[in-house]
């Protein structure tokens, strides 16, 4: 069984604070391995984080995010596993923020890569199924961005009472038993099968974050 968190995202896309560190000149390091498409934030992003108020996450070891729980699961081992599920959140820069970064990036174009970043918002709901009898997969891995907050907000409540009504255990079993149909696929139309099984919107992510 899965409950919905109370977690919201947040409908302000842009950061205004400038990094609040007395001495301090952001240097190639701190845009390296720029995320264009996802929500990972490079270590100038994580200032920002901190000086607005916002405290990002690690998400997979050195990955960091602005994210928060959406569904969750009391501990399970078997069965329907609850993998993640979560909001996700990159912010654009707006205000004091935007002319700090405008200065710094005149001696260092690469900043220009976090100036470009539009705001995004993101859903992403991953649930397995295991057993004793050696069986492991994906009952459904959905993901949806969306640069516009009011879209995500009206998707977020759509799909937020259908999945909530699924009876997971029952829909790994039924997944499982109609493996001929899917499990031969490839990524996206293993991804459109199950969307279409369960009666949801197709997936939509990977936007890139530049505009």
Excluded at 103 to 129: E, T
Aim: hydrophobic letters at 40%; a negative charge; proline letters at 4%.
């Amino acid at each position: 069984m899965i409950t919905l968190t109370d977690n919201q995202f947040d409908a302000n896309g842009y950061w205004t604070t400038p990094v609040e560190k007395i001495v301090y000149l952001p240097t190639s390091e701190d845009v390296a391995l720029f995320d264009q498409n996802g929500y990972d934030l490079t270590d100038l992003e994580k200032h920002y984080a901190y000086s607005n108020w916002n405290k990002p996450k690690k998400h997979r070891e050195h990955r960091v995010a602005l994210k928060q729980p959406w569904f969750k699961q009391e501990h399970t081992v078997e069965g329907a596993v609850l993998n993640h599920s979560l909001l996700f959140e990159r912010k654009g820069y707006a205000g004091a923020a935007l002319e700090e970064l405008q200065h710094w990036a005149r001696a260092l174009p690469l900043i220009n890569k976090v100036i470009a970043i539009r705001p995004k918002w993101g859903l992403d709901f991953s649930m397995d199924y295991v057993d004793r009898a050696g069986n492991a997969f994906e009952v459904l891995h959905w993901e949806w961005d969306s640069f516009d907050y009011l879209e995500i907000e009206a998707v977020r409540k759509t799909i937020e009472p259908v999945l909530k009504a699924i009876d997971w255990q029952d829909a790994g079993r039924q997944i499982l038993a109609k493996k001929d149909q899917w499990h031969d696929l490839d990524f996206f139309a293993q991804s459109h099968w199950k969307c279409d099984y369960f009666g949801i919107p197709q997936e939509r992510f990977k936007m890139v974050a530049w505009s």
